[in-house]
């Protein structure tokens, strides 16, 4: 059942390029525009939302906070997200302008649902992002974005995380398709960009060997930290979750522009920093910047491990370990950003002998507080 592969995490991993392609099959027609029936909220009632609040736990929130990014970017409406957790104990402040969407890989986690549940009261349109039919918190939204990442067995997320984030993809540009914002070649352009994703994928899945290296050489380590900015801080926040869960080390993500204003002090020689670095291409400004956070890291002892666009050859002379990705656009970049953190977290625990697909202490849906 884990089709050869050592443990189902693996296995799943490798599925990425077609749960993605699933993910997106049916929602492109025949012109390459965008068909979302299943987002059964009115035309009139998307183009009257006056915010956004998307309410998610762990991987899912990762996935929320890139969401913001391209909904704000292709639908022009603000978007705010929030913890589950905390957002159901706020009172925060919602209407019959709000939409509401609420991830959840499982449809069965308490705090989203509750926080769900809180938003319908409060007279919020819902629409969920899950992955399982018929699960309970598409049945208490008014609508729902069925992510095909098929079953996902290892606690930890993986291709459930990448078609949430095509999901949510798809509901900014129907957002923006709906209220005018980004329209007919635009939205056929960037649904032709996700069209690529699985074949970009495919390049990131066979190059992951040295990933898988470098993981097992810093096995006996304590403290790994992620960087990055823009799109690639939530990417910074995963990788830092998954080596939590599965390597049980002590690891945090950081936005790389605040890195002098506190982390920076806990660099120390050796200490291994991931970076995920911005295309050189859309947004330079940033790029440029994060390749100075990666001299500053260097020069006080930090072991930089790379993440970066094929081609980008700025960040050659400060990476002590590179690991290329294929060029996609900004907005897209996590999709293959998150891969090789994937691959280097699972590599990590199984080389402290931890159990992969059931990390201690957890459990794969959380239904209870
Ligand atoms: O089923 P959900 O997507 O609602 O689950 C949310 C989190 O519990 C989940 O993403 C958790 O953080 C994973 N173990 C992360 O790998």
Not at 188 to 200: F, H, K, M, Y
Not at 278 to 286: N, Y
Not at 291 to 320: C, F, H, K, L
Request: charged share 25%; aromatic share 6%.
């Amino acid at each position: 059942e884990k089709g050869g592969y050592d443990s189902f995490m693996l296995k799943e991993i490798a599925e990425q390029p077609r749960a993605v392609a699933d993910t997106l099959l049916g929602r492109i027609d025949a012109e390459g525009a965008l068909t979302l029936d299943e987002v059964r909220i009115p035309v009139p009632e998307l183009r009257a939302v006056e915010k956004v609040v998307v309410v998610a736990c762990g991987t899912a929130f990762h996935a929320g906070l890139i969401a913001k990014y391209a909904i704000e970017h292709w639908a022009r409406v603000p978007c705010e997200v929030e913890l589950a957790s905390e957002f159901r104990y706020r009172d925060p402040i919602l209407d019959r302008r709000s939409l509401v969407v609420a991830i959840s890989q499982s449809g069965e986690t308490m705090d989203t649902l509750m926080a769900v549940r809180h938003a319908r009261e409060q007279g919020a349109k819902v629409l969920a992002i899950c992955n399982t039919n018929g699960s309970t918190i598409p049945r208490e939204s008014d609508a729902v974005l069925y992510t095909h990442a098929g079953p996902e067995v290892a606690v930890a997320s993986t291709k459930a995380f990448l078609t949430q984030l095509v999901a949510c993809y798809l509901v900014a540009l129907y957002l923006g398709q709906s209220r005018g914002t980004t329209w007919g070649d635009e939205v056929r352009s960037v649904i032709r960009d996700l069209a690529g994703i699985p074949a970009a994928l495919e390049r990131v899945l066979a190059a992951v060997e040295p990933v898988r290296e470098l993981a097992r050489s810093l096995a006996d380590r304590n403290t790994v930290l992620f960087l990055g900015r823009h799109v690639g801080y939530p990417v910074a926040l995963e990788g830092a979750l998954k080596l939590k869960e599965l390597a049980y080390m002590h690891a945090e993500g950081f936005a790389a522009g605040e890195l002098k204003h506190g982390p920076i002090a806990l660099v120390e020689r050796g200490l291994p920093v991931v970076v995920v670095v911005p295309s050189p291409r859309g947004r330079s400004v940033l790029h440029g910047k994060i390749v100075s956070n990666i001299q500053e890291i260097r020069a006080r002892g930090a072991r930089t491990v790379v993440i970066a666009e094929e081609g980008d050859d700025a960040v050659v002379p400060y990476a002590d370990h590179l690991f290329r990705i294929p060029a996609v656009p900004t907005l897209l970049q996590p999709l293959v950003a998150t891969v090789p953190l994937q691959v280097f977290a699972c590599e990590l625990a199984t080389a402290r002998g931890n159990e992969v697909d059931q990390p201690r202490n957890l459990a794969k849906s959380v239904t209870v507080e």
